[in-house]
């Protein structure tokens, strides 16, 4: 069971394992598509872009650092959102009060 503590717009959840089953629909966006593929960290990310790459995806990119990167730098003025714990391999080092 997965746990969603929050959502970016337009973001689609697809675990790693179900990744290369989206190519086929990837592959019939506009040339244009950006694809930003991102995990807590980097780890599940990097794998998934290796797939899309290796399946001539265009535009590919990572979320450098992932969700806790992109947290340690914006959600610092929002209280609602606590640093719990600084361990590595690909875990949501984050807690939300809502």
């Not at 340690?72 to 719990?84: C, G, H, L, P, Q």
Request: net charge negative; charged share 25%.
């Amino acid at each position: 069971m997965s746990l969603f503590f929050f959502h970016l717009l337009d973001a689609e959840h697809v675990p790693l394992d179900k990744v290369l089953d989206r190519v086929p629909d990837m592959l019939l966006e506009p040339a244009n598509t950006v694809f930003v593929v991102m995990s807590n960290d980097e780890t599940a990310a990097t794998q998934a872009w290796k797939y899309l790459v290796a399946e001539s995806i265009p535009n590919v990119y990572i979320l450098e650092g992932g969700i806790n990167n992109w947290l340690s730098e914006f959600a610092e003025e929002d209280n609602r959102i606590k640093a719990v714990d600084s361990s590595p391999d690909d875990t949501m080092r984050y807690a939300f009060a809502a």
